[in-house]
């Protein structure tokens, strides 16, 4: 496997080699225009895939591929080795929720967080800041949800933002800034004191004032569940849609991807609906994939690196998907093991236990090779995802302000 990369220098190489080797090539696959001669200051070479990461590969398509880590996995070791050098977007897993950043009022921990993200500076991935409001009561701070008043809340949610938002600006690329507004199972509003005391402008408040703090942050709207559960995709549609209408700063809708069977993805129809947000002006992502396998099932992987092809082919098949983000990085941990509807290990992410690549990396791999290969006469066009039959997987149901010094890395 390769080493960890040099820090910032690398990527700055390949993106070099990369902006010159895009010049010129037209209707090749997504990727291949770049990297008839690409080869990154690593030694990646496209012509031998093998000598490159997943990173190196997706960044000539051009793709963000990223993953999740909380402190305590950045610190020196297998995991921050195989982070750096794999991946180019980086979600603290837990440590930028507002339970994590304010559990009690006026209580800031950042610790988590800076670490998480001095990581990602050091190796040059973009931050996804995940997230500062998320609409469940579940994963709020009892101590907020449990406010009535709405100008009590307004004053809670505006010193969270302004001080999560002010600390981090320039150094999170973009932030969810709502996680999950809909119901986990359904179409309406999710549980959430934010609908219930704020009313319905409580989005639209959140992202402006998020704008107004880091206007060079990109501004996402995260959900669970909306390319399976019944009528949830046109709900989160009709939702950013109207945000939009209203002129708020929205620039990108992230579709979580946990799969908790390996039951094959209809590729086509994901793609559909990530055209009808592309087609609204907005970015999309596939955040939080991950894909259980069946701990019984010899051959799990087998089916599960179909799962993680299917995914990828769909984003990729979609001009404005921007970013496929795994949600962990290795076997050995996952919140899929803890949460005791499927039976575990679930072993759903790329490395194993040990850190070895499994066959889903491999098919990951493969296709992102594919797509950056250099032009032959057999190039295909790009690759389109194979109409599989639509097998929706059993998804679990997700003040004046501090002086706070801003984060510098
Ligand atoms: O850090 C504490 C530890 O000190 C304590 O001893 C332990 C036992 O109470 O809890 C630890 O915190 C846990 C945290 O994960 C870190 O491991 C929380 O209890 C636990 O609820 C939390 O679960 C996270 C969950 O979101 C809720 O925040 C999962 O790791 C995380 O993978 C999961 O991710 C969510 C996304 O943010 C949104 N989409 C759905 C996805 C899955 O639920």
Redesign the pocket.
Known sequence: MLDRPEPMIRRVALTAVLTVGLVGLLGAPRGAASAATAQAEGGCEVSRPATCSLSELAALVPLRIGS?A?AEEVVDGPYADTLAREFSSLTP??AL?W?STQPNPGEWRFEAADAVVGFAREYGMQVRG??LL?AQDT?TPTWVSSIDNAAELNAAVETQIRTVVGRYAGSVARWDVV??PLSTLGTGPSDSVFWSVLGPDWIADAFRLAHELDPTAELWL?E?GSDWVPGKHQALLDLVSGLIDQGVPIHGVGI?G?RLNSQPVDGVALAAQMREFTDLGLSVAIT?LDVATDPSDPDGFTAQAGVYRSMFEACLAVAGCEEVTM??LTDAS??LD??GIVPAPTRPLLFDEQFMAKPAYWAVHGLLAQQVAPPTSSTTSTPQPAPNPPAPPTL?P?APVPAVPRFTG
């Open positions: 999740t909380e897993e837990n929720k339970y995940h997230t998320w994963y996680n999950e995260n669970i979580q946990h939080e949600w962990g996952t919140w803890s949460i679990m997700a």
